[in-house]
């Protein structure tokens, strides 16, 4: 069982920038796929970022490319997403989760991948 909990959302002016932060329980955060996603009212969960075992992938959805930077620290049990230059329509619920069944390199992009997920944390962004 993984223990995910989210931290950093916030109120935010448009171009400014906030870092998330998703702490994990467990021995074998190193061996997970992470991943971010974001829900705004009225639409779907939708892949932001991921990062693979070693960090040697991380994609990211074409919305956030430029902008945001995924990391993890896998001493520490935790992976960040930096988010730069935000804009209102970034306003959502971000979610980490945690994909413990992909290989190293491997990043999945459909929610229903991750068996693992955190409470969300809230990011608004005034325009």
């Known amino acids: 069982q993984v223990q995910l909990v989210e931290s950093g959302g916030g109120l935010v002016q448009a171009g400014g920038s906030l870092r998330l932060s998703c702490a994990a329980s467990?021995?074998?955060?190193?061996?997970?796929?992470m991943g971010w996603f974001r829900q705004a009212p009225g639409e779907a969960r939708k892949f932001v970022a991921g990062?693979?075992?070693?960090?040697?992938?991380?994609p990211y959805a074409d919305s956030v490319k430029g902008r945001f930077t995924i990391s993890r620290d896998n001493a520490k049990n935790t992976v960040y997403l930096q988010m730069n230059s935000l804009k209102f329509e970034d306003t959502a619920v971000y979610y980490c989760?945690?994909?413990?069944?992909?290989?190293?390199?491997?990043?999945?992009?459909?929610?229903?991948?991750?068996?693992?997920w955190g409470q969300g944390t809230q990011v608004t962004v005034s325009s």
């Open positions: 989760a945690a994909d413990a069944l992909a290989a190293d390199t491997v990043v999945r992009e459909l929610a229903g991948a991750y068996a693992y």
């Open positions: 990062i693979s075992w070693s960090g040697g992938s991380t």
């Open positions: 467990g021995r074998t955060f190193r061996r997970y796929a």
